[in-house]
């Protein structure tokens, strides 16, 4: 096992101990987190360790939350609940499902058919359920696991959308019917558009949710603004530590509290002077030297 493998290993044991989590399932949390190829961590740097802990810390927020230690039919329930609370993908299914011929299907019907063919056809979903098999016998356990490997994988952003709903998309291309029931045989097949024209014909009327569309591209472009800040926070303030010392960090830290300089003078026991003079400093080496690291 890699360093770097050790040293996530040892944070987890240590994380999941403070929560009271029995060993049997500790360790098996552990090597799910960790996942079945740990030689990926002899070669990557410390950002690219940080950003793999950051991952493993989203995944078992994940399974804490909605699966870990709750029943398998309500968890089961807590999935497609949080799957159909994304805006988009709601919208999209109750469309197919409205024009289709079987008025009796439901949106949560369609979604746990998405979620079948995802467990047989995705290989990706496939290699987790061996891996989450290696690494306890504990049927709830599996389940939870699963669960969990599950809503992370379907939240993941491809071009600015969850990929469930490309898996959606493509489930209901690909299967051998019309719609969502069996075409007749002799009776032609209408495609129906995401937009339909209107009386003029330069406008057309889009059946999907547009301000719900528009809602959740704000709520992803947020997100990973606040990812790349984390970033250049993280960069600059090992830069500072480098250079000018832990009190231009702390300097840094209460400033993006939106403390003043005569507040921060009074948190860091300074003079008002030298707290001015060390922001002068960490300007001059922003503007002159940072733009190099970051």
Not at 227 to 235: A, C, D, F, T
Not at 256 to 279: D, H, W
């Amino acid at each position: 096992m890699s360093l770097q493998a050790e040293e996530l290993k040892q944070y987890w044991e240590h994380k999941l101990k403070s929560e009271c989590v029995c060993d049997a399932k500790r360790e098996s949390i552990i090597c799910w987190l960790l996942g079945s190829d740990l030689n990926r961590f002899e070669q990557i740097n410390s950002e690219e360790l940080a950003i793999a802990k950051q991952g493993m810390e989203y995944r078992y927020q994940i399974l804490q939350r909605r699966y870990l230690g709750v029943e398998p039919t309500k968890a089961y329930h807590n999935l497609t609940t949080r799957l159909l609370s994304l805006v988009l993908l709601r919208n999209k299914i109750q469309t197919w499902v409205a024009l289709g011929r079987d008025r009796t299907s439901t949106v949560t019907d369609v979604l746990q058919e998405v979620i079948q063919n995802l467990l047989i056809s995705d290989r990706y979903m496939q290699a987790q359920m061996i891996w989450i098999a290696q690494s306890t016998t504990d049927r709830r356990l599996q389940n939870a696991l699963l669960f969990a490997s599950l809503e992370e994988y379907c939240l993941r952003p491809v071009r600015n959308q969850p990929l469930v709903f490309y898996r959606f998309v493509n489930y209901l291309h690909h299967i051998q019917r019309g719609g969502l029931t069996q075409v007749p045989k002799n009776e032609p097949l209408k495609l129906v558009g995401e937009e339909i024209p209107t009386e003029d014909s330069e406008r057309q009327l889009s059946i999907l949710d547009n301000h719900a569309v528009t809602e959740y591209l704000k709520a992803q472009i947020t997100w990973e603004q606040q990812i790349l800040r984390s970033e250049v926070k993280q960069k600059l303030s090992q830069y500072l530590a480098e250079n000018l010392g832990p009190e231009a960090v702390n300097w840094l830290e209460l400033y993006l509290q939106g403390k003043s300089q005569s507040a921060i003078a009074q948190t860091l026991n300074l003079p008002i002077q030298q707290v001015y003079r060390l922001r002068e400093k960490i300007q001059y080496h922003v503007s002159r030297n940072f733009k190099d690291v970051a």
